[in-house]
């Protein structure tokens, strides 16, 4: 996803992005207002506002970040979106007391935000009664009021018992307290759905916004419950279990015309990148259709191979490569032993391993 956003930085060791679309909420603001016939201090106090609230929210993001970062956890980055922010963890904090701080942690940022500006807010009027629907108020009392109420909002919505909002890993974090994870992030989710379908309701009748993110909600929870099943699928097992034992190899002086002759074999799609025996990258399909197209068949494996992908041992967590290789975007991950590559794993193969044991379980059970 990060193709298609601008960095505008890294904080704390972690990088933020705003994705494309949002510009487009930008661009939206100024043609409205110009449209609307608003002055030039009117549009510039709606895009202060607009920053101000993401800015917020990537406030609220790092807390989730710190948090997840006391217990292990890494963050890979942070993408601003027009609905809101998404910090991609590396994994999910083994523990459901863990989870429910590192849930909690956004909206406390939130909290604090409010418990800092409603005092000025008081100091300056800007909460009276009297004046909160007048239209006397300057543009900073504005601001100041606009960013309250956000962030008010902000708590009271991610606080709704719903994937993927935090108010349902905070339900989910609870539950498995007292049940397994894969149970509670179902009883979970079917929560959250229920909630989707009262979001759809209300959008029937008040705002239709609402339905927007009803299938929003919807979807977070199905996916939230498949993974966590997923997750129980894997327990036990290790890298051996699902990885490619026959496989073959480029190397990293190789043409793409070598890696074109090796993939028109049909043998596989993605291939591991040795040098000198040694796992030195990894070349996907899409990455080298996308070299030839730049450089030819001359170009080099090397220079179009993806670097930065996981190398695992043998005997190393099955479910914890899995969410390493889907965190780093890699298509497949060499496996060694005593540093020789003995095996490949693929997000394909490990979704085959679960799909052939949930199969087996379900014809064991019904033999009982």
């Not at 960095?7 to 679309?21: D, E, L, N, R, S």
């Not at 730049?294 to 996981?310: E, F, I, L, R």
Request: proline share 4%; glycine share 8%; charged share 15%.
């Amino acid at each position: 996803m990060t193709r298609w956003a601008l960095k505008i930085g890294t904080f704390f060791g972690t990088a933020v992005y705003i994705h494309w679309t949002f510009l487009l909420l930008l661009v939206w603001i100024v043609g409205s207002g110009l449209f609307h016939g608003q002055t030039a201090a009117q549009i510039l106090h709606y895009l202060a506002v607009i920053s101000g609230v993401f800015v917020c929210v990537v406030l609220h993001e790092y807390g989730h970040i710190l948090a997840a970062r006391r217990f292990g956890v890494r963050t890979r980055d942070i993408i601003l979106l027009p609905i809101g922010g998404m910090a991609r963890m590396e994994r999910l904090p083994s523990k459901p007391w863990q989870e429910l701080i590192v849930a909690i942690a956004g909206p406390a940022v939130n909290v604090a935000i409010v418990a800092v500006l409603a005092p000025i807010a008081l100091v300056r009027g800007v909460l009276n009664p009297e004046t909160l629907n007048a239209q006397t108020l300057s543009q900073g009392s504005s601001i100041l009021l606009s960013l309250i109420s956000v962030n008010v909002a902000l708590i009271l919505f991610n606080m709704v018992p719903a994937f993927p909002m935090d108010g349902g890993r905070v339900l989910r974090a609870l539950l498995a307290m007292a049940m397994p994870y894969a149970k509670a992030t179902r009883a979970a989710a079917t929560v959250g759905q229920i909630a989707a379908l009262g979001f759809v309701a209300m959008g029937l009748f008040f705002n239709p916004m609402l339905i927007l993110i009803a299938v929003f909600v919807w979807i977070g929870a199905e996916s939230e419950a498949r993974m966590a099943e997923e997750r129980q699928g894997l327990a036990g097992l290790r890298v051996s279990d699902a990885m490619v034992t026959e496989f073959r190899a480029l190397a990293a002086n190789a043409t793409l015309d070598d890696a074109l002759a090796e993939l028109l074999r049909g043998a596989q799609p993605d291939f591991p990148v040795l040098e000198d025996g040694r796992v030195v990258g990894v070349l996907s399909r899409s990455q080298l259709l996308k070299a030839l197209a730049k450089d030819g068949k001359t170009g080099s494996v090397a220079a179009a191979m993806h670097a930065d992908c996981p190398v695992f041992r043998e005997n190393h967590t099955l479910a914890a490569a899995l969410d390493e290789l889907r965190a780093r975007g890699c298509p497949l991950a060499p496996v060694t032993r005593d540093g020789e590559i003995v095996g490949l794993l693929t997000v394909e193969n490990v979704a085959e391993l679960v799909m052939i044991r949930e199969i087996l379980t379900g014809r064991s059970e019904a033999k009982g």
